[in-house]
């Protein structure tokens, strides 16, 4: 539903649409608390969705301006991905070991909390507090690049 | 990280609760009284004619104005605090303060002789109202911009605006227990002109510090 709503208004092909999905669902995940209880869901949701989207155009406006002509003759033709595609392994760069061996735990190998914790040999708070500082960082991260 | 690998990442940490904004607002306003509180009565305390003062009109009258401007203040901020927000969504409320002003200022003309209202305008603790109303509201500004940060805001300027204005207000609210200067002409140059400061200054840092 956040992807349709964003496929519409992305026609840029330099942002890739599914990157402002994942910063949305991040954002509202991490402001989840900003919803009140008893107002509607979807004019929230697509407020988090346009001002996340607003801020991938403000910062590829800011790219542009940079100047990158001539770029596409140094790269080879066959790269038909988004510019600002973010892989697994760049996302989770951004994060402390800590926070890493965990998201990538969680996520990646799908493992529960218990799991996570069993494997790492550490509290289930502390992966949990791993895994919620890990998500705020890669989102803040987002912000930046 | 493609996005059902995130998803999974989110469901994994959405046990933790989250205090919702209501709350946090709450405890934000509660925490900027106590601070403004110590930074009031560490630097300043009350006037010594308190009692007397109490007995007027026009000292109790600037607890009106400043309150009502608090009261305003938050209202609006409670949902500039959200992604939701549009531009200022009861633009009304923030002429409240100022209209109770105008309409003592009005009175005052009134009562008091044309020499005299030059000299309560410019009062006798000008400096002081400038200098003391900034620095007791700097702690409810952090604390205020804090819960912004918290929050989401979609217009952070204008969310920031209402922030220095909310600690503005707190902020002139203990003050005004101090200076003797109780005009409505008094207040509406010197503690507008204090309160104008720490809005600004809140407008100008919002955009960085609640950025989401």
């Known amino acids: ?145 | 990280m493609d996005t059902n690998e995130l998803i999974r990442a989110i469901a994994a940490d959405a046990g933790r609760p989250a205090m919702p904004m209501g709350r946090a607002w709450q405890l934000a306003v509660l925490a900027a009284i106590l601070l403004a509180a110590s930074a009031f009565l560490v630097m300043l305390g009350p006037r010594h004619d308190l009692g007397e003062a109490l007995g007027t009109i026009r000292f109790p009258f600037k607890f009106v104005v400043t309150v009502t401007l608090a009261a305003s203040a938050l209202v609006l901020l409670r949902s500039l605090s959200q992604p939701t927000a549009t531009a200022l969504d009861r633009p009304l409320l923030l002429l409240l303060a100022p209209a109770l002003l105008a309409l003592a200022i009005a009175v005052e003309l009134l009562i008091v002789p044309p020499s005299q209202w030059m000299v309560r305008m410019i009062g006798t603790n000008s400096r002081f109202c400038l200098t003391f109303i900034p620095l007791i509201g700097i702690a409810p500004l952090a604390i205020f911009l804090a819960t912004l940060r918290y929050g989401a805001p979609s217009r952070p300027a204008i969310a920031g605006a209402v922030t220095g204005l909310l600690a503005g207000a707190v902020a002139a609210s203990f003050y005004a227990l101090h200076c003797p200067d109780d005009s409505p002409l008094f207040l509406a140059v010197w503690y507008t002109a204090a309160i104008a400061i720490l809005t600004a200054l809140g407008a100008m840092l919002a955009p960085r510090i609640a950025q989401w």
């Open chain 1, 1 to 145: 539903m956040i992807r349709s709503f964003l496929r519409q208004r992305v026609a840029h092909q330099a942002i890739d649409p599914e990157d402002v999905v994942q910063e949305t669902l991040l954002a509202v995940h991490l402001k989840r608390h900003t919803w009140i209880s008893d107002a509607p869901v979807m004019p929230w949701l697509y407020a988090i969705a346009r001002h996340k989207l607003v801020d991938a155009l403000r910062r590829r406006g800011r790219r542009t301006e940079i100047g990158l002509e001539g770029i596409d003759e140094l790269a080879p033709d066959h790269t038909p991905e988004p510019l600002l595609r973010r892989d697994l392994e760049r996302v989770l760069d951004m994060l402390t070991p800590a926070q890493r061996a965990v998201v990538a735990a969680i996520s990646v190998e799908g493992c529960s909390i218990a799991e996570t914790a069993r494997r790492l040999g550490k509290s289930e708070t502390a992966i949990r507090v791993s895994l919620h500082r890990g998500l705020s960082a890669i989102s803040a991260r987002f912000r930046r690049d």
